[in-house]
């Protein structure tokens, strides 16, 4: 408190070092707005604004089991729409004749089984790659908060 009041009293002096006369019109307005005094009238008005906006809240509160139910209706509705196409296409997907997709030879067997396993190293690479730098600027955050 008291290295508060010999600040304010520094900076109400004229003269007052180069570096510091960027801070000294701040102290001002700190001194100016601490006399100012709000008017006699202003209890009353902020009450009967907070009253004004407190309406709209009890509206919006009547009408909120109703917008609940209408949302609860529309999540009901789209996951229906979204799960019955799947239902479809599964019966598609039985009817499908796979054997026409097995390899032939071992040699051709061989070479999937490659082309599948470089895909996967490679992804599994990539995911590598992504958490290493993932961790890295978790590191570099944390640092701000020691």
Do not use: C, H
């Amino acid at each position: 408190m008291q290295e508060e009041q010999v600040l304010k009293a520094y900076f109400q002096e004229p003269n007052i070092d180069s570096e510091f006369q960027e801070y000294q019109t701040l102290f001002q307005f700190f001194e100016t707005e601490s006399r100012l005094e709000l008017p006699k009238e202003f209890e009353e008005s902020f009450f009967a604004d907070l009253e004004q906006a407190e309406k709209p809240r009890l509206f919006i509160r009547k009408m909120l089991p109703w917008v609940s139910r209408v949302a609860a209706a529309l999540l009901i509705g789209t996951s229906i729409f979204w799960i019955w196409p799947e239902t479809n296409s599964k019966a598609q997907a039985d009817n499908i004749d796979w054997s026409k997709y097995e390899p032939d030879t071992p040699e051709e067997a061989l070479r999937i089984y490659q082309s599948a396993m470089l895909k996967l190293g490679t992804a599994l690479q990539e995911g590598t790659k992504t958490a290493a730098k993932t961790v890295q600027r978790v590191e570099e955050v944390s640092q701000f908060f020691e």
